[in-house]
């Protein structure tokens, strides 16, 4: 059975009544939250599986002028949750209103009245509630006291210390997208609707693929080695630059510029998927044009060799 998306808290159809649900973000779905999914199911396997998140993430309401920082859009998250084998996603919508709600309000109008769950389970951080008035120690006695269940579950560390979102954000942004992937579970991807460019890379011999990074964390500037995934499910290595393009000195946003290898087909308006798998250089700026050509063939060779590699298991 696929998972369903349920939006509006107030009006949960009942057969997605009685679950037992993990509470969070959900940032990226990381091998942390997986671990936390399948400690809530280990907790009670005798009923469906549920995650409790919000959209969008508090912080882009309470610190709109931060650049974007996510891992994971809603489609992105509620596929990773449902490859985990969640049925049921309660994507509450995190507006001013919400916001104010108590904690006590939200143990008791939200997850036992509306979404009338039998057991609840959450990392030894999660917060919530008004001024995050609510924490783990208020959860397990309220929800106690209401008849549910409650699972507090250890976070999954590593030498480096518990996996999270943060960490994962950190290493992207410092060129790591394939430690990223470990802990992840997953390489990393930009997911977004290829736009029209100005046709340079087109003129250089490398027809690129022009997506803006829109909501997601911008990873550090440069060139990678990716697989696309185009629609259909078909996946195609290629060569990708994020950042400003320096030497052509456009000024614009940074954006995903992406060259598919061996492939001649018309890309606009389609959406697709950008995994990170090595960075291969930093953005860097060029002399002129053909100093810039020239970097791009071996950029492009490199990936290739990269992707092969690692194919290969190498």
Request: net charge neutral; charged share 25%; with cysteine.
């Amino acid at each position: 059975m696929k998972a369903q998306l349920h939006t509006n808290w107030r009006d949960i159809p009942p057969e997605a009544h009685g679950c037992a649900a993990a509470l969070g973000n959900f940032d990226g779905v990381h091998l942390g939250h997986a671990h936390l999914v399948h400690s809530t199911h280990a907790a009670r396997p005798d009923l469906p599986l549920a995650v409790v998140t919000f959209e969008p993430h508090p912080r882009e309401l309470f610190r709109p002028q931060d650049p974007p920082f996510r891992l994971s859009l809603p489609d992105e998250r509620f596929a990773a949750l449902q490859a985990l084998g969640v049925k049921h996603v309660f994507q509450i919508g995190f507006d001013e209103e919400f916001s104010r709600m108590t904690a006590e309000r939200f143990v008791e109008d939200v997850l036992h009245d509306a979404l009338c769950l039998r057991h609840v389970a959450c990392g030894p951080d999660f917060a919530f509630g008004y001024r995050r008035g609510g924490d783990v120690t208020f959860l397990a006695e309220r929800t106690g006291e209401l008849g549910m269940g409650f699972t507090s579950v250890p976070a999954l560390a590593d030498a480096a210390g518990p996996y999270s979102s943060t960490r994962i954000r950190r290493l992207l942004q410092e060129g790591y997208p394939e430690r990223a992937t470990e802990e992840l579970g997953r390489p990393w991807f930009i997911r977004g609707q290829v736009q029209h460019g100005d046709k340079r890379g087109r003129l250089l011999g490398f027809p690129t693929a022009n997506i803006p990074l829109g909501r997601h964390l911008e990873p550090a500037r440069g060139v990678y080695a990716v697989t696309v995934r185009l629609p259909g499910g078909y996946t195609r290595p290629g060569v990708a630059n994020i950042g400003r393009r320096p030497t052509i000195n456009d000024g614009q946003e940074s954006r995903v510029e992406v060259n598919l290898f061996d492939f001649d087909g018309d890309l606009y308006g389609q959406t697709l998927s950008v995994a990170l798998h090595k960075m291969l250089r930093p953005e860097q700026r060029f002399a002129g044009l053909d100093e810039l050509k020239a970097q791009i063939a071996q950029d492009a060779q490199q990936a290739r060799m990269v992707l092969n590699a690692e194919l290969a298991g190498i």
